[in-house]
Every structure is written in structure tokens, then in C-alpha cells.
């Protein structure tokens, strides 16, 4: 524990006390503002006869002051001044500058020192040598905080002799503003005895910019362990901080820098990262690709360069000093800092632009005004290149700051450039592939609805905004007897393989759709396709496996009915008119590519004008609310819309999405039940004799003379005849004969109790039968067999001219 002399007064006195100085306040017209104790020691004036009369009454006769620079902050020099008695005193005087924008009145504050000290118990001639030849600028203060000894190297930094300073305080000698934290540290390392550290940004004597020192308060003791004074050694760390800067930098580069696989963002984040840590602007120009292949060349781009603007940053706000904007174009001939350094292949730096760039610049009377308007002093270009290629190039530029660009800052803009030119290139890549993987996934899905008799249908398909696109897909599929199937599903992974992969199942589902299968029966043999893909990729050595949702469902309208199945899909949402919406309760059943696992459908009545709704997960998973809320958010804008379908697919996606874009694709599909009426539907059992095919024909032609489709009674009344004969004779019982009217189209149905289905086949010439089919084929826009659950049926559409 330190011991202090006098227990009362223990420590220096306050901060202002000027016993050892004489202080005085001139304004900036020259007139007295402040008159210290000490100054009237001084020169006898008290301060009502000196404060607000100009100083220079109290120079001596011919004595002359040398008015500082105006840039100056400190003045030193000798002065004759007049005593109150009539005698001159002259004097040697310390000056600082007072600055308004610290909340001091302007004009400057005038030091003199008065007091010579008894040496300190440690002023012996060892400790005098150690002083004057140590290298650390060293300076010791009194039990007063008055300097009593400085060394030479300390005498440079400060830039005045220690005779001429001794028994001033740190803050007189650096000016209050500047030294103020040194004092305290200096006032704590007395009272405390602890020694003190602190860094700080000082301008020492005789320099025009601040930089970092490292300052140590040491306490000095006597033998009696008395705190007697105080040490101060100094340490220009300026390189130490700019090697710490430089790595603070680097370090944030590497954080900032491509968290995004967008070029304009990478590019505006090296932008920002380099302002004002390294440069006052930057601007980042990059090569538009030469081909649709999106490669740039290896080679050494031809002068001029025509590069587009990427982003740019300014400490000044609004980048004024840009002469062209993001996604400008801008052709650079070979004298341009942008082609010099492309065409070199390395960094190049130009200390003095305006003559440096004289070439460039004279065609250019833009660019010259903005560069003598902001006394650009130093530019640097850094080629952007990754992986042999020539991206671009990022320009630094200085005039703020006022040193020119070092070997140093080279480094590290080229490292910087280095990492900011594989995020750019991962970018490039990534919007490539994203594109292609796009116009494929756009192109594998619907470009428009099937108009039918059963559904009203409207769809919405948004890729992800920040992700490469995925797999969701979406169909429409009529099949026979005016039914309509409906799918939304969604594969596993992103990129061109998911977009590939969705083609492919989009395109199987079709064909089992159109075989006519039950949906969980469907859901079954696509599940074996995926597992057969997924083995597939895994022969190839293709990284991960495939895996997919589905939801599918068959609306017939004419019994109304619906049936659903889903494989690990999200369920999908009814609004029957007059009730509120809900989720309807399908089994979840396992995702596709799982395997073992049987699929189950639910068969639902649906009333007229109906709508349901199918969507990926991308529309209802939201990291700002459950899955649950969702669903309720999607019920709550599918009850309170009255619109159209096309309407309330994008009030979903509003309400839904994000502003910023989905994190995942999404797809949607809505659909609005129709009925067919029972006008429109004859129905006839067929007693299983050929005799009585006749009696069926008629029954059909009186039918359709009912629904007055006169002209197309002669092709039906031939596919009916064909239809129930073959029934009759290839088929077994019961035989049924189901006629469908439809606005365009006339559906004729046979349906009989076996699981044998027809095909065509070409019949010779001398056959008697065989041609029945082939018949049926050309009267009919297109005719199929689909299986029941108690047989199959052989239907055939007709078009209604």
C-alpha cells in the first residue's frame, strides 16, 4: 500500500490549480477572456484591469508577436510583456488553440510556467543517466502532476525543450482536449499507487494527424515507500494497430463477405467491408459473361474493357463521387486504373490520379471535376479473379484519408479482393445452375389448366428467393368419364437433380394416371419408382437419396364424390359454401422412397362449388409461426374470399409468404367443384344375349334424340352396338351401358364383370371379326378401359360439333 506525506492533503491538488503556471484566455478578437491566479502573480494585472481589453496592451513597447498559422493548433515563443509596475518581463509561452466544436469558446490558451521544484529523492545521477539514454520517450511528474524531467526522445515527440516546459501539467503542455484521459490515468496511478495503461490517439508536437500511443503510468516511491511522483513512458504503436486493424479487417471480410449466393450483394459487401478501413471509396466493376455458357475466359481481356458497375460505397453519404451507377455499363480504355491493372494481371496503385491518369481523364470531364472536387490523392485496382479467371476489378480510392496507399494495404486489398472473388464466382455459379434449374422446373410443370366440366382450377408456382429452386410440382389431369385427378408434391433436395426428378414422376404419375388407378393404388407404384431412382443415383455414386411428398385426388362429377391419398404431404383444405374451412382428414401415410408401407385414401361427397385447396410445404411452413397458425392464416383467407381463384391464390401468397420471398418453393393449386346434373347421365342394364345388343342401340339413339344430338347418333349408335357386343361375348355379366352428355363431348360407357381388357390388333384379311376396336378408334376422339372394383369398363368420348 502507498504512503502519502501529508495525511490531510494527501495527493496533487485539483486539476485546475495553476500554483505552478500562469494561465490566461485570449478570444478570437484578440481580447483577454480569462486571467489566472497565476498570471497576475506573473505580471501584477489583476483581471479587472485586463479582461475584455485587447492582449496586446500588455506586450511591451516594440515587442512583436508572430501570429500562428491558421491551420496551427499550438504556438511557442518568447515574449517581452509589461509589468503592472512598468518593468518587462519577458517570458517564453505555450499556446492552444480552443475548439468550439469540443464546447470550448474560441480563440487560444496562453501557458506560462512559474515554479523551479526541489529535486526529487530519485534525481541522482544514475537515475539521470538511465533518463537521458533510455530510447522510451520518458517523462516524470511531481506529487503536483507538474512535469519535472523529460528525456530527448520524449523532447521529439512533445516538440519543445524540457527547460522550457518543466512544471507544467500534461493537459497544459497537450492541450486540455487531447490530454484530459491522460491526466486522469496519471492522477489514479498517483493516488493509488497501481501503475495505469492506456491507449489513446494523440498529435504530438509538430505533427498534423492523430495516432496511436501506448502510455504506462508507473508510480514512483521513496524509501519510506511514499508515492512521490509519477513515470510516464510512451510507445508509438502505430504499426501495431494498423497490423491490428488489418487483421480485424481480414477477419471481417472473411464474416461479412458472401453470406449470400447473390454477385450484386457479395460484390456490395467487399465494397462496404473496405469502407473507410481501408479506403475512403470503393467501387467494384465486374465482366458481364461472354456467352450463353456463362464462363469467363482464362485469357487477358482486350482494352477497352467494358465492365458494369456491381456497387460502390463512400464514406460520404450518396456516393457522390460515383460516376455511374449499379448496373451501369461502362467501357474503360487502357489508360483507366480498370484496364491498367486487368491488363497488367496485378494490382497497380497511382499515387497522384489527376496526373497519372491525365490520358483517361482529359476525354473525361466528369470524372476530372470529381476528382479535384474531392482531392483524390491515391487510387489502387485489384484484379477480381477466382479459379483463372478474370471477373472484374475493385477500385480503392483515398481523400479523406490523407496517406497514400503502402505495400501494406496492398496485401491486404488483394487479400480481401482474393475471398470476395470466390464468394462473386460461387455466386456466379449458384444464379446459373438456380436459372437453368428454373426454366427446366418451369418447364416440366403446366403451362396452363386443362379446362374441364368438373373443376374451376387456378394455380400459383414461386421458386425459392434466396435458395436454389426445389422440386414442387403441381397437375391437372383429366381422365375418363369427366373425372379430373389433381396432384401437388414436392421432392427432396434443390437444384437441377430435384427439377430433373420432379420431371420424371410428374410424367409416371401421368401415366398411372391415365391407367385409371385407385389413389393409394397410384401412390403404391410410384413409391416403387422412387426406390428404383433412388437405387439408381445410388449406382452412380450421386450424393444423397431421392425422396419425394405427393398429395392425390380424383374428383367424379357426376356422382360428386372425391377420393384423396397422400404420401408424407401436407393435408389438404375444403371450404364447402356456407361452412367454415377445414383440413381434411386424409392418412398421412409415408413419403415416397420409403417402401413396405401400404397408402390409404378417403372418399369424401363434395357439394357443389366446393373448393379445395393443395400446397407444398414452402406455403405453410414459416420460421415465424407454426404449422398449425398457418393452416388457421390459410383458412382465415380462404373463408373470407369471394373472388376468383386466380384472387385468392395471390391474397394467399401475400398473406403467407414473407415480404422478402419464400424460403422454399411453393406450390399451389385450388379447385372449384362442379356437378354434373342427372339429366345428363342414362343409365341401362344389359341382360347378357346378343339378341337383345339391338334393343340397347335403340334405347341409346332415343336417348340422345332426347338430349338432340341428332348428327352424332350414327357414330354412337355404331361405338354403342361394337361396345356392348363385345361385352356380351368376351365379357360376363353384370353388362352395363352408361351414357354421359357433356357441353363438347359425348361419353359412351360399357362396363361388364371382367378384369380382361381389350386391345386392338390388326385383322387379316379373310377374319371375320377383329375390326370392331379399330372402328371404335376412328369414330371416337379417344376411347380407354379403366378397372372397377368389380370389373373393368371400355369408354369412348365423342365430340359434339
Known amino acids: 500500500m502507498s504512503r502519502h506525506k501529508d495525511t490531510a492533503g494527501a495527493g496533487p491538488k485539483d486539476t485546475f490549480d495553476e500554483a505552478g503556471s500562469a494561465q490566461a484566455v485570449i478570444d478570437s478578437t484578440g481580447a483577454v477572456a480569462e486571467w489566472g491566479e497565476g498570471a497576475q502573480r506573473l505580471l501584477g494585472h489583476t483581471p479587472p484591469d485586463v479582461v475584455g481589453r485587447p492582449a496586446e496592451r500588455l506586450l511591451a513597447p516594440g515587442s512583436k508577436i508572430a501570429l500562428p498559422e491558421a491551420e496551427s493548433d499550438r504556438w511557442s515563443g518568447t515574449l517581452t510583456l509589461r509589468h503592472r509596475d512598468g518593468h518587462e518581463v519577458s517570458v517564453w509561452l505555450l499556446a492552444h488553440r480552443r475548439r468550439p466544436e469540443l464546447g470550448e469558446s474560441s480563440g487560444w490558451l496562453v501557458i506560462c510556467p512559474l515554479e523551479d521544484r526541489d529535486p526529487l529523492p530519485f534525481d541522482d545521477p544514475l537515475s539521470t543517466a538511465v533518463l537521458a539514454q533510455s530510447p522510451c520517450p520518458m517523462a516524470i511528474y511531481d506529487d503536483r502532476l507538474r512535469l519535472r524531467r523529460i528525456n530527448e526522445a520524449m523532447e521529439r515527440v512533445i516538440g519543445l525543450p524540457e527547460e522550457r516546459i518543466r512544471g507544467l501539467r500534461l493537459t497544459e503542455i497537450g492541450g486540455k482536449q487531447q490530454s484530459e484521459e491522460l491526466e486522469r490515468h496519471l492522477r489514479r496511478a498517483f493516488l493509488t499507487g497501481q501503475r495505469q495503461d492506456v491507449d489513446v490517439y494523440l498529435r504530438t508536437g509538430g505533427e498534423e494527424h492523430a495516432h496511436p500511443w501506448s502510455a504506462k503510468f508507473a508510480p514512483l516511491t521513496d524509501d519510506d515507500g511514499v ?148 482531392g483524390v490523392h491515391s487510387a489502387m485496382s485489384v484484379p477480381i479473379r477466382a479459379r483463372g479467371a478474370t471477373l472484374g476489378v475493385a477500385v480503392f480510392v483515398r481523400y479523406r484519408s490523407p496517406e497514400a496507399f503502402t505495400p501494406e494495404d496492398v496485401l491486404l486489398a488483394e487479400e480481401i479482393t482474393a475471398r470476395a472473388a470466390v464468394c462473386v464466382d460461387n455466386a456466379r455459379r449458384f444464379s446459373r445452375e438456380r436459372e437453368t434449374a428454373l426454366v427446366l422446373q418451369r418447364s416440366l410443370l403446366p403451362q396452363t389448366l386443362p379446362r374441364t366440366a368438373a373443376l374451376q382450377t387456378a394455380s400459383s408456382y414461386l421458386p425459392a428467393a434466396r435458395a436454389e429452386v426445389g422440386g414442387d410440382w403441381f397437375d391437372v389431369i383429366p381422365l375418363s368419364g369427366l373425372r379430373v385427378a389433381m396432384v401437388v408434391g414436392d421432392v427432396v433436395g434443390h437444384g437441377i437433380q430435384a427439377s430433373a426428378t420432379m420431371g420424371r414422376l410428374r410424367s409416371a404419375l401421368r401415366t398411372l394416371a391415365d391407367v385409371d388407378l385407385a389413389p393409394d393404388e397410384l401412390l403404391t407404384h410410384l413409391d416403387d419408382l422412387v426406390i428404383r431412382l433412388s437405387a439408381e443415383a445410388g449406382n452412380r455414386g450421386a450424393a444423397g437419396e431421392v425422396g419425394a411428398t405427393c398429395l392425390y385426388a380424383v374428383y367424379d362429377p357426376v356422382s360428386r364424390r372425391c377420393s384423396f391419398a397422400r404420401a408424407g404431404h401436407p393435408p389438404p383444405v375444403m371450404v364447402v359454401p356456407g361452412r367454415s374451412p377445414q383440413q381434411i382428414d386424409v392418412p398421412a401415410g409415408p413419403p415416397l422412397g420409403v417402401g413396405g408401407l401400404p397408402f390409404e385414401s378417403v372418399e369424401l361427397e363434395l357439394p357443389e362449388g366446393t373448393v379445395l385447396a393443395l400446397c407444398t410445404d414452402g406455403l405453410i411452413e414459416n420460421r415465424g409461426r407454426d404449422i398449425d397458425a398457418s393452416y388457421e392464416l390459410l383458412c382465415q383467407v380462404l373463408s373470407r374470399s369471394a373472388g376468383s381463384l386466380d384472387e385468392t391464390c395471390r391474397d394467399l401468397v401475400r398473406t403467407l409468404l414473407p415480404p422478402d420471398g419464400a424460403a422454399d418453393d411453393v406450390a399451389l393449386l385450388l379447385a372449384r367443384t362442379r356437378g354434373l346434373e342427372a339429366s345428363r347421365v342414362a343409365t341401362w342394364d344389359v341382360p347378357p344375349d346378343p339378341a337383345l345388343v339391338a334393343r340397347t342401340r335403340k334405347d341409346a339413339v332415343e336417348q340422345l334424340d332426347v338430349w338432340g344430338l341428332d348428327e352424332t347418333a350414327f357414330a354412337a349408335e355404331l361405338v354403342v352396338s361394337e361396345l356392348v357386343t363385345n361385352a356380351i361375348r368376351h365379357g360376363s355379366a353384370p353388362v352395363r351401358l352408361r351414357l354421359i352428355h357433356e357441353d363438347a363431348t359425348l361419353i359412351c360407357e360399357v362396363s361388364d364383370g371382367s378384369s380382361t381388357a381389350p386391345h386392338l390388333r390388326r385383322a387379316r384379311t379373310f377374319d371375320e371379326g377383329g375390326r370392331g376396336l379399330l372402328l371404335v378408334a376412328q369414330l371416337t376422339e379417344r376411347w380407354g378401359s379403366r378397372h372397377t372394383d368389380d370389373g373393368k369398363t371400355i369408354w369412348a368420348e365423342l365430340p359434339l360439333s
Not at 281 to 305: C, I, K, N, Q, R
Not at 306 to 315: E, G, K, M
Request: with cysteine.
Open 227 to 374: 508515492v512521490r511522483g509519477v513515470c510516464l513512458t510512451a510507445h508509438d504503436i502505430t504499426e501495431q494497430d494498423l497490423a491490428r486493424q488489418r487483421l480485424q479487417l481480414v477477419n471481417e471480410a472473411s464474416i461479412r463477405i458472401g453470406t449470400t449466393l447473390d454477385v450484386t450483394r457479395t460484390a456490395q459487401e467487399l465494397a462496404d467491408v473496405c469502407v473507410p478501413g481501408l479506403a475512403d471509396f470503393v467501387s467494384v466493376d465486374l465482366m458481364d459473361p461472354p456467352d450463353d455458357s456463362g464462363e469467363y475466359p482464362a485469357s487477358t481481356p482486350a482494352a477497352p474493357v467494358v465492365l458494369r458497375r456491381a456497387a460502390h460505397r463512400s464514406i460520404t453519404p450518396g456516393c457522390p463521387e460515383a460516376v455511374i451507377e449499379p448496373g451501369e455499363a461502362d467501357a474503360y480504355p487502357a489508360s483507366s486504373p480498370q484496364a491498367d491493372s486487368l491488363l497488367a494481371g496485378r494490382t497497380t496503385v497511382r499515387s497522384d490520379p489527376v496526373s497519372a491518369l491525365q490520358e483517361w481523364l482529359a476525354g473525361d470531364s466528369i470524372r476530372t471535376e470529381r476528382v479535384k472536387e474531392y
